[in-house]
Structures are given as structure tokens and as C-alpha cells.
């Protein structure tokens, strides 16, 4: 029984390159009637042992993200954060509580905030509207919900391709933000949203915050 051996990477070593170049050129004098033909074909198989293939990046530097839209901003979400996604159809206003909270939905027995992230970053909000989404975070279990007025897409970034946000220095949220695309698209950062106490509300109170 005879071995196949599969070459599983791309030949480095440059005495069988010329090996089977000449092997190669052999071949093509025989194929073709004149000289020019042949070294027409020859330059472009060196073209193309000379490309080098595509690399993938590493996973470490790709983020997989929801994007969604919040009046005239668009936002990125990592999409390991994201629970659920509904649409906001009933909200309830909670006295007392800070600004970037919108309200709280009642999600199935769950009471989540809702929080608006132009008045977390100092930034006008006119409120929400029956076409709203709340986007619902969580780690382990959900815990609240971006408001959203569209949801795009689930899209691929490369993190070492963003650049640093150049958005409001006002208000809390600064802290959240990952980076920006060349597109303008706003990068959140969602161990950072998940890690900030101000964002939770106690559930034993019942609509307390």
C-alpha cells in the first residue's frame, strides 16, 4: 500500500522552487510551438507561486457586533452581551431615577432599566417612540437594555482598526465607549457597561433604581 503525503503549507524552499520552475519551463517548450509563448506562461506562473495568500486575522484582534441606531448615531454593541432584542412597546417612568434612565420594561417577570445612551454621554435625547428597541444585555443572566430607534445588522470588526473617540467629554458614558470606525460607527464597551453599578437596578424593591 502506497502513502499519500499532503503538503498542508505553501513550499519555502528555494532549491525546489527552482527545481520545479525548470521542470516547469521543460514543459511549457514542449507544449508550445515558439519561445515567446512559453515565456509568456512561465511569468505567469511566477506571478502566481509569488502571490502571497490572504492571512486571516487572529481571533483576538476580530469582535463580532450588533449594530443599531440611536437618533442620528450609530452604535456597535459585542454581540457576546446581547440576550434579546424587543420592541419597546410599554415603558414605565421611574421617579427620582437619573437621567440616562428612560423608564423599565417588564420583561417576562424581569423588571430591566432602560438607558438612554445620548443622556449617558451629555447629549440632547427626545425620548422614545412605539418604534423603539431595547437592546438587552446581561452575562449571565439579562440585567438591562440599551434603547435603540433601529437595529441593523450583526457585522465583523477589527479592533486593531479603531480609532480613539472623539465624541462628547461630557457625562458619564465616556468610559464605555471602545473606539470608532472610519464609518463613524461608535464602539461600546460592553464589560465595561456591564461592570458599572450605576447601570443595575436592585429587582427586590420592585422599580427601584
Not at 465616556?174 to 472610519?182: I, P, S
Request: charged letters at 25%; a negative charge; proline letters at 5%.
Amino acid at each position: 500500500m502506497s502513502l499519500i503525503r499532503r503538503r498542508t503549507g505553501p513550499i519555502t524552499d528555494r532549491r525546489t522552487i527552482r527545481e520545479r520552475l525548470a521542470r516547469a519551463v521543460n514543459l511549457i517548450c514542449e507544449e508550445h510551438s515558439t519561445p515567446d509563448q512559453a515565456r509568456a506562461v512561465l511569468e505567469e506562473r511566477a506571478r502566481a507561486l509569488a502571490r502571497v495568500p490572504v492571512q486571516p486575522p487572529p481571533t483576538s484582534l476580530v469582535l463580532d457586533v450588533v449594530t443599531f441606531a440611536l437618533a442620528n448615531e450609530d452604535y456597535a454593541i459585542e454581540l457576546g452581551y446581547v440576550h434579546k432584542i424587543v420592541p419597546l412597546i410599554e415603558l414605565t417612568p421611574v421617579p427620582g431615577a437619573p437621567d440616562f434612565f428612560v423608564g423599565v420594561i417588564n420583561l417576562r417577570g424581569e423588571i430591566l432599566p432602560i438607558v438612554d445612551l445620548h443622556r449617558l454621554f451629555g447629549m440632547a435625547r427626545t425620548g422614545w417612540t412605539g418604534q423603539s428597541w431595547a437592546i438587552v444585555l446581561g452575562g449571565e443572566r439579562n440585567e438591562f437594555a440599551l434603547l435603540a430607534d433601529k437595529v441593523h445588522e450583526v457585522i465583523t470588526l477589527r479592533t486593531d482598526q479603531m480609532l480613539d473617540w472623539q465624541g462628547s467629554a461630557t457625562g458619564v458614558g465616556r468610559q464605555f465607549v471602545r473606539g470608532v470606525t472610519e464609518g463613524a460607527l461608535i464602539v461600546l464597551d460592553g464589560a465595561a457597561l456591564l461592570q458599572d453599578d450605576r447601570l443595575f437596578i436592585d429587582q427586590g424593591d420592585g422599580a427601584g433604581v
